[in-house]
C-alpha cells in the first residue's frame, strides 16, 4: 500500500484491573519501545486527573520517561491542558525536555480541563486553575508559551523595570508546539496564530472535517509553520480476527459508557470482566454510536480503513490510541494486546 499514512501512537496510560499505577506506566513503556522499534513517528500521553481508570496525570514526566526509554520516536503531549498550569511552568518543562532529547518533543496544548472542577481548582490551589478567566486567556497563555520557550526569552516589565524570562538559560533548540482541540475554537486559533493542529477525532468521530477546513482555509503563515499542519487521530484494535478484535474492545466500550453516562470512571476491566456485563437495552445504541469511528478489525481491513480515513480527511499521518482490552492471565506490567494492535497495524 504506497500510499499508506506515517503512523503514531496516543497513550492515557489505562489502568486495568489487574494493575497498580507502577504496573500501567510499565506496561506504557513497553508499548513505547515497541512503536520506536516498529517505525512509529510519533508518542503522545494525554493530561487527565483524579480518574481511577487513567494514569496520565502529568505529561512531562511521563515524556521524559518515555523519551529515556526510547532511541527515535518524537515524544509528546497529547496534550497539556494550559489553563490548569502557569505558562512560565510549561515553558520550563518543555524547554528542558528539549534540551534533553534535542528533535525530538511536541508540546501539544488543549484548553480543556481534563478532570472535574474541584480537581482543576487544586491543581493551581485556586490561583486561576480551570477557571473561567484562566480559559479566556488561553491564547495569551499560548504565546507566552511560544515565546518563554525562544533563546531569547521574553520580557516582563515591573514597576518599570524589564526583566528576561527565559525557560531554560542556553537554549539550542525548541520544542514544536501542536494546538489541539474538540471544537472549531482551536482550529480558528491554530490557523490564525500559524501552529499545527490536530482535532480529537478519536473522541467522538463528529465535526472533524469541518474543524480541519476551517484550520486550513484561515491559516496564516508564521515563523513556526509556512503551510497548514495536521494529522487524525482515531482508536483502534486490531487482531488476528475481527472476532477477537470486537472481543478485545469491550473493555472500552464499558469504560466510554461509563464516561458519557456520568457514571464513575473504575479501572478498566480485562475483556473476561467486561463480557459478563450486562448493557442495558437503551444503552446499547449509544454503544454502537461510540464504536463507530473507531478501527476495529484484522490487520488488512484496519490498515484498508486507516488508509481511507487518511484520504478522506487529507492527511499523511494518522495517530492511533490502542485501546484493546487484556485477557484475564496477562501480565500486569505489559499491555499485549495493545502492542499487537502496533504490530498489525504497521503491517
Known amino acids: 500500500m504506497a500510499d499508506f499514512p506515517h503512523l503514531s501512537v496516543l497513550d492515557l496510560v489505562p ?4 494493575q497498580t499505577s507502577a504496573d500501567a506506566v510499565a506496561a506504557s513503556l513497553a508499548l513505547a519501545r515497541t512503536a520506536d522499534a516498529l517505525g512509529y513517528h510519533r508518542y503522545w500521553v494525554a493530561e487527565h486527573h483524579n480518574m481511577p481508570a487513567v494514569a496520565a496525570t502529568n505529561p512531562p514526566v511521563l515524556i521524559g520517561l518515555v523519551a529515556g526509554a ?14 490548569n498550569h502557569a505558562p512560565l511552568v510549561v515553558a520550563e518543562q518543555f524547554a528542558l525536555l528539549e534540551a534533553a532529547f534535542p528533535g525530538r518533543i511536541d508540546l501539544g496544548i488543549g484548553r480543556a480541563p481534563g478532570t472535574d ?27 507566552d508559551v511560544l515565546t518563554m520557550m525562544e533563546p531569547a526569552g521574553a520580557g516582563m516589565t515591573v514597576q518599570g523595570r524589564t526583566h528576561t524570562l527565559r525557560a531554560t538559560p542556553a537554549a539550542t533548540s525548541v520544542a514544536q508546539v501542536w494546538l489541539l482541540g474538540s471544537s472549531d475554537y482551536s482550529a480558528q486559533l491554530a490557523a490564525e496564530k500559524g501552529l499545527p493542529y490536530v482535532f480529537a477525532h478519536h473522541f467522538s468521530g463528529q465535526g472533524t472535517a469541518q ?18 499542519t495536521t494529522f487524525l487521530t482515531v482508536n483502534a484494535v486490531v487482531a488476528e ?18 464516561l458519557r453516562s456520568g457514571q464513575r470512571l473504575d479501572p478498566q476491566l480485562l475483556v473476561e470482566e467486561a463480557e459478563k456485563v450486562e448493557v442495558a437495552e437503551g444503552q446499547r445504541g449509544l454503544i454502537s454510536a461510540m464504536r463507530a469511528p473507531w478501527v476495529i478489525g484484522d490487520a488488512e481491513t484496519a490498515r484498508a480503513e486507516i488508509a481511507r480515513l487518511a484520504e478522506e480527511h487529507g492527511v499523511d499521518e494518522v ?9 484475564v492471565g496477562t501480565e500486569p506490567r505489559l499491555s499485549p494486546a495493545r502492542e499487537e494492535t502496533l504490530r498489525l497495524l504497521a503491517g
Open 117 to 143: 472542577p474541584v480537581t482543576g481548582w487544586a491543581l493551581r490551589h485556586g490561583a486561576g486553575g480551570v477557571t473561567d478567566e484562566a480559559v479566556s486567556r488561553f491564547p495569551q497563555y499560548v504565546d
Open 15 to 18: 489502568v486495568r484491573t489487574d
Open 319 to 327: 495517530m492511533v490510541n490502542p485501546v484493546a482490552g487484556a485477557h
Open 70 to 83: 526510547t532511541e527515535r520516536i518524537r515524544v509528546g503531549s497529547g496534550g497539556v491542558m494550559l489553563p
Open 211 to 228: 474543524a480541519l477546513s476551517i484550520y486550513r482555509t484561515g491559516f496564516r503563515a508564521s515563523p513556526e509553520l509556512d503551510a497548514p
Open 241 to 258: 480476527t475481527e472476532e477477537e478484535a470486537l472481543r478485545r474492545a469491550r473493555p472500552q466500550e464499558l469504560m466510554m459508557l461509563a
